[in-house]
Every structure is written in C-alpha cells, then in structure tokens.
C-alpha cells in the first residue's frame, strides 16, 4: 500500500471505538445518549443538546462526495511520491461528514456527488482505517 | 440602550515595518514593538501618550498567552488602563479598534495602539543554503486522521468550500484569477508591495503551480514576517494630532457558527447589519472596500455578502476588471495579502488609512470619503466590519 510511513493516528480513548469498528470492517460515527444526534470525530458533548455521553453505533458506510481538493503541496514526506493526490469530503447517508481519501479512481475525475462507499487499508501496525471507493448508484 | 459611537474616535496612527522576507527582528515582538513606535511617531505622539495595548498574536507567538503583557514590559509601558489579547483571527484587527473605540468612548483609555505581528519565515540555514521553516511549515499542521488522509492546512481546508461553491454556483478558475489579477494590477502601483515589479496576467495565474486545487499559487496570501500598528484615539484629540484623523463611523460582528461548506456566506451580512446602521450609510455610499483576502475565493464570497452581487455571482462580478484599477469598483488597492503582505486583518485596515488620508499616490482613488474594511478569522468563521470616513 501507497500509505506506508503515512503518520500513523494515536489511539485516544475518545476514538478508541471507531478504531474498535474499523478493524470489525464496520464505519463508526457517536450517537448522542440524550438526543439521538450522530456526530463525528469524537466529541466530549454534543453541540445540539450539550449532553454528555455517547455511543459508538456503526453507520452503512454509504455517502457521496460533499467536497474534495487535489493536494500538490508536500507537507510530509511520506506523499512525496503521492502528489497530487486528493482529499475528500464524504457525507454519509446518516448525516455526519468525513474527511478521507477516495481510493481506485484519479484525482481529477472525482466529482461532487458521486456516491462512495468505505473500505479499510492496513495503517501501521495494527490499525485498519477507512477510506472511501466510488459505488454504483 | 445604545450609545452613538459614530465619529466618536479616529484612527490617528499607522506604524508599518518592512513587509515580506524581512529578518530584521529575531521575532514577531521586535516587529510589533517597531510597529507601535512607527505608529506614534506618525500621530505626533510618545509612547507615554499610550494607555491601551491591544494585541494579535501571529502564528509564531501562539504560546503566548499573556503576549499584550510580555509586550507591555519589553516595551517599558507603564500606567496602562486598558489591555488584552485577542484572537478572532483575520477578523482581530476590526474587532481591536472596535475594542479600543468603545473603551475611548466610555472613557475607560484615552490613545490605544492596536497591533499585529508574526515572523513566521526563517532566515536561509547556512548548513543547508535555503530556508528552514517558511509557510508550509508554520500553516502545514495536522492531527489525527487528517495527517494520516494528507490533509494538511489551512490551504486544503479553504479548498473544500472553494470547491463547493465553484459546483453550487458554477463559480469558474478564471474567476479566482479575476481577483489575483485585479490585485496584482494594483500592487504594481504600490511601491510597498511584495509583487510591485511582478505584473500578472491570466496566463501567468493558469501557469503558476497548484498549491492545492482549486488553489493557485496566486490564490494564496503572502505569508510575510512584520508588524502592522495603528492608533485608536478620540476624534476631537485626532483633530490636533500630525494627520487628519481616518474617523470610525461604524463598526461591527458577526460569527455565523456552523460549518462554511453547508452555507457557503461568512459573518459579513451580521456584521454589516450592525456597521452600516451604526455608520449610517448604505452599500452605495463605499467609494472603496479593503477586504480580507486571505484567498481569492474569500474576496469572492465576501463580496457577495456585502450585497455587492447577488449570492453566487461573485464569480461574473469580477470579471473584466471590475474590482481592479480601472474598474467601477476599487477593492484592496494596495495589492492586498495576496500580492502585497499577509498581516491578517491589518492588511487592509493599514491600505484604508492610506487611500482615506489621500496618501496613496499611483493608485489613490479618486472618491474616498467612505471606506468599507472587512476581516474574515478561521474558514468563513469570523468576520468584522469597519466603515471608516475622512469626515465625521
Ligand atoms: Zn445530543
């Protein structure tokens, strides 16, 4: 895989159930306990209610692209040899967006509102992270 | 309640070190402290007149919390009655002066000095011959998944709601290059600008290399170690300072929360609620506008929601040079961040001073009785307007 020597995301204990998720093949987002609100990445409370407390609950791993870029500038060098590459945004069919990469497709055929769907590549030693294929509608 | 603070107090100084690749100071509080000194020196006042220190940490004084202090002593300042540290990001400039004015009004500080700087570019590394650290690395941070996923910046985040508005709205390249050349055209008039011998055309905006699509090189500002100051007194002690007091007739906020990519509009239609109706004035009376641009694409929304054109035609709005020297609207006459420096939100309210006071020389406007100056903080997060008069 392209990604080797990718900076590798720490484990907090706030994202340790997406992690958890991943690595079943599952696409995890946080259910507040109080309002049902679905939010993404970690937060300690939710913005709608202020509740404190939240599960971790799968979601389809469906969405479209809500937006991308195409980076050519190299801050790291592990996409040195990846320029230019893009970077999405994916809104899921439950509401939360993402950040991730598109994978099996060029940067600049990516469009707004192409439907996506996830899929997971080994990052480190043991992590499974998702990013997102093009999907049939 | 409100209380008039129309005309109440006047910009009476303007302090501007060397812009760009400068390393005349080893950081950012030897060039705020240069700034505040040129600053007084043009109002005709020392630096015992000041008892308000405002301050807006650069990038590369984030650390410090308590920056108005440290630089209230290394600058020897005693007696102050008014001072802090304030962070809204580009929009920090408008939000100091509108700190400063309601504290003058209120009797609470009688000269304070407003003040922006950052060192965010390295001296060349004698080891290595070429620059260590430079933009990329001061505005280059991740965590987390994004690092993992090469999300870098503020460049990458900009791009995602540039993008968006460009599918919404069908919003073009060119007309992101409309605005870069618009102000390259006038920064070759300004002898301070970083890009004053560097004409731009289209070809050249198409030619330049991406730094992040849709993202020219030219779309981007120019991260510049400086300091920008001003002076923020009453208007009647203005009146007998060395030049005619720039007057502060409206001011105002607005912060808009919620994510930019879903909406698309800064804090600017908030803000200017409150600043127009303050200032009394209609979008009509602007004969000028300094507005941030930390982006093309900013200076494309930000016109849209001030009204200039309707919402999601700030795209044809600046074709055909409206916006630049020859066009029926003047906008970041001096070159602005992208083409002259990046002091964030100082940038503009520094070229509205000059073009107010009629010191602009080449590129003054003809009408500049009123000037509209706008900053913009985060990604669409923050925003601040200023309505500044040459009368009261
Ligand atoms: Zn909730």
Redesign the pocket.
Known sequence: MASVGRPIPAVTPDMAGFFEGARRGQLMVEK?D??G?LRFPAHDL?A??L?RGATWVPVSGRGEIYSFNIMHQVYHPAFAAEVPYAVIVVKLEEGPKMISNLVGIKPHEIRIGMPVEVTFERGGEDLMIPKFRPRAR | MTTDLRAKCAIAGLGQTRMGKNFDHPNAMGFAIEAIELALEDAGLSREDLDGLLVNPGVTWMENAMASFSLQQAMGLTDLTLTATMNLGGATAGAMIMHATQAIAAGMANVVACVFADAPLRPPSPEKGKAAGGSAAAYGFARGLNAYYGQFGVNAAYAFVAQRHMHLYGTRQEHLGAIAVAERDWANLNPAAQFYDAPMTMADYNAARWVVEPFHLYDCCLVSNGGLAVIVTSAERAKSLKHPPVYILGMGQGHPGGDPMDTLVSGAPLAKKTAFKMAGIELGDIDFAELYDCYTFTVLVTLEDYGFCKKGEGGPFVEGGRIGPKGSLPVNTGGGQLSSFYMWGMTPVAEAVVQMRGEAAARQVPRHDIGLVSGNGGILSTHSTLVLGANP
């Open positions: 507040c109080h309002c609100a939710c709608k209610c509740g």
